[in-house]
């Protein structure tokens, strides 16, 4: 039932077969029919996740394993590996192509403000390269075990928040989907509200929630694009507001604390994670001529502590403006930070964007130290290093817990 369900939904929606998954025989080299497709087999435990719906139908669901016999014992491990390919594929379409870690190549390397690159619609690939974008992200996402990092995350923030199963849940930046069904599942007595970005995530979780009992679905609602920071009205308070990457700069993420407080109980808690620019990944690290990783990573040394936003705090200073921005309510401010790895196929692309004087703050820190010369021969001591396979990217997160 569920396969003739599947063939009704692309028949009414009249939608396009996405590239990667078309007879490469015929069309490859015009329209990159084929192209990008992985074979999940040569993955760990046989799975990858990549998209294989068209892009009107991410989120829809068509099975869903029952609780009982051999379907109730592969559950839970079904429903977590949907979410996680559900959160990659909306984190990617959120933030452009070409990142692996939602803001974290705008706040490490591109100008801090400038809006992030969104896809063109995905249908016929008129042109098509050997080396296109579609290809070298899910390569990327399947070679670097993201979905291992987001399962991460995700425990870290709930962990934290000890969720009860009578708690009013707020998931601020609910979009991806990685927090909101697990904020359902831990409290599945009380109230999952999810406070969406933008009206195309909303649609995506929408569609999946259908999945879900009546009573079991989250409440989704859009964000006031005006305010952000303006939390819903309800009629009791929350008793956990959680949220990932809520805000990037030091004054976005107290503004974000001091809104959830208003909308918190007498005992309620906050608690959320945070990327920081100051502990990102250092190229120069990849660099195997070491005068010229010296002089790369005393730019690097520069940049990350000018004190400029986004690269001006740490998890120490961010404690410190989260207890100014609360003032006398009452809390306490636990600040943690964990280190992530993550294996990354760094493309060619991605190098001229980065090393870009004049569209990346980290090129522009390079240039001011390293000659034109010099700095065309970083550029290619990283991109030898990259050439390969995968390299060890090191990134630092902040997570945080506000309690009274």
Same mark, same amino acid.
């Given at each position: 039932?569920?396969?003739?369900?599947?063939?009704?939904?692309? *028949?009414?929606?009249?939608?396009?077969?996405?590239?990667?998954?078309?007879?490469? !025989?015929?069309?490859?080299?015009?329209?990159?029919?084929?192209?990008?497709?992985?074979?999940?087999?040569?993955?760990?435990?046989?799975?990858?996740?990549?998209?294989?719906?068209?892009?009107?139908?991410?989120?829809?669901?068509?099975?869903?394993?029952?609780?009982?016999?051999?379907?109730?014992?592969?559950?839970? *491990?079904?429903?977590?590996?949907?979410?996680?390919?559900? $959160?990659?594929?909306? *984190? !990617?379409?959120? !933030?452009?192509?070409?990142?692996?870690?939602?803001?974290?190549?705008?706040?490490?390397?591109?100008?801090?403000?400038?809006?992030?690159?969104?896809?063109?619609?995905?249908?016929?690939?008129?042109?098509?390269?050997?080396?296109?974008?579609?290809?070298?992200?899910?390569? #990327?996402?399947?070679?670097?075990? =993201?979905?291992?990092?987001?399962?991460?995350?995700?425990?870290?923030?709930?962990?934290?928040? #000890?969720?009860?199963?009578?708690?009013?849940?707020?998931?601020?930046?609910?979009?991806?989907?990685?927090? +909101?069904?697990?904020?359902?599942?831990?409290?599945?007595?009380?109230?999952?509200?999810?406070? %969406? =970005?933008?009206?195309?995530?909303?649609?995506?979780?929408?569609?999946?929630?259908?999945?879900?009992?009546?009573?079991?679905?989250?409440?989704?609602?859009?964000?006031?694009? =005006?305010?952000?920071?303006?939390?819903?009205?309800? *009629?009791?308070?929350?008793? =956990?507001?959680?949220?990932?990457?809520?805000?990037?700069?030091?004054?976005?993420?107290?503004?974000?604390?001091?809104?959830?407080?208003?909308?918190?109980?007498?005992?309620?808690?906050?608690?959320?994670?945070?990327? %920081?620019?100051?502990?990102?990944?250092?190229?120069?690290?990849? %660099?195997?001529?070491?005068?010229?990783?010296?002089?790369?990573?005393? $730019?690097?040394?520069?940049?990350?502590?000018?004190?400029?936003?986004?690269?001006?705090?740490?998890?120490?200073?961010?404690?410190?403006?989260?207890? #100014?921005?609360?003032?006398?309510?009452?809390?306490?401010?636990?600040?943690?930070?964990?280190?992530?790895?993550?294996?990354?196929?760094?493309?060619?692309?991605?190098?001229?964007?980065?090393?870009?004087?004049?569209?990346?703050?980290?090129?522009?820190?390079?240039?001011?130290?390293?000659?034109?010369?010099?700095?065309?021969?970083? #550029?290619?001591? +990283?991109?030898?290093?990259?050439?390969?396979?995968?390299?060890?990217?090191?990134?630092?997160?902040?997570?945080?817990?506000?309690?009274?």
């Amino acid at each position: 039932m569920a396969f003739f369900d599947a063939m009704a939904s692309v *028949e009414k929606e009249d939608a396009e077969v996405p590239n990667h998954l078309r007879d490469g !025989n015929r069309d490859a080299e015009g329209f990159g029919h084929g192209q990008g497709y992985i074979y999940p087999h040569s993955y760990r435990e046989h799975w990858a996740a990549q998209q294989y719906l068209p892009d009107p139908l991410v989120g829809r669901v068509f099975y869903t394993p029952s609780v009982q016999g051999y379907e109730g014992s592969i559950r839970d *491990e079904v429903l977590s590996r949907r979410e996680l390919q559900v $959160a990659g594929i909306l *984190e !990617n379409q959120a !933030n452009g192509p070409d990142t692996s870690g939602g803001a974290y190549d705008r706040h490490f390397f591109g100008a801090e403000g400038k809006s992030p690159t969104h896809e063109a619609p995905r249908g016929e690939i008129l042109t098509f390269s050997p080396d296109g974008k579609r290809r070298d992200e899910w390569t #990327r996402r399947a070679d670097s075990g =993201r979905s291992k990092t987001l399962l991460e995350i995700r425990e870290a923030i709930t962990g934290l928040a #000890r969720i009860s199963r009578h708690h009013r849940v707020l998931v601020f930046g609910a979009d991806d989907g990685l927090l +909101v069904w697990e904020a359902g599942r831990l409290a599945p007595e009380g109230l999952t509200v999810g406070l %969406c =970005r933008t009206p195309e995530a909303k649609k995506v979780l929408d569609q999946y929630a259908l999945t879900l009992d009546e009573l079991d679905r989250p409440i989704l609602l859009p964000m006031d694009e =005006r305010n952000p920071m303006a939390f819903p009205e309800a *009629e009791a308070p929350f008793d =956990r507001v959680i949220a990932r990457d809520p805000a990037s700069t030091l004054g976005g993420l107290g503004d974000f604390a001091k809104a959830a407080s208003e909308r918190l109980a007498p005992n309620g808690s906050i608690t959320f994670s945070a990327r %920081c620019p100051a502990l990102g990944m250092r190229l120069s690290r990849l %660099c195997s001529t070491a005068p010229l990783a010296q002089e790369a990573g005393s $730019a690097e040394d520069a940049l990350y502590g000018s004190g400029q936003p986004p690269f001006d705090w740490t998890g120490e200073t961010l404690g410190a403006a989260l207890q #100014r921005a609360l003032g006398s309510r009452g809390f306490s401010v636990s600040v943690e930070t964990r280190t992530f790895r993550e294996r990354r196929r760094i493309f060619d692309s991605d190098l001229e964007k980065w090393i870009d004087p004049g569209d990346s703050a980290y090129g522009a820190a390079l240039a001011a130290v390293l000659s034109p010369d010099r700095l065309g021969e970083f #550029r290619r001591e +990283v991109a030898n290093a990259a050439r390969y396979g995968p390299v060890e990217w090191e990134y630092g997160l902040i997570v945080c817990s506000l309690a009274r």
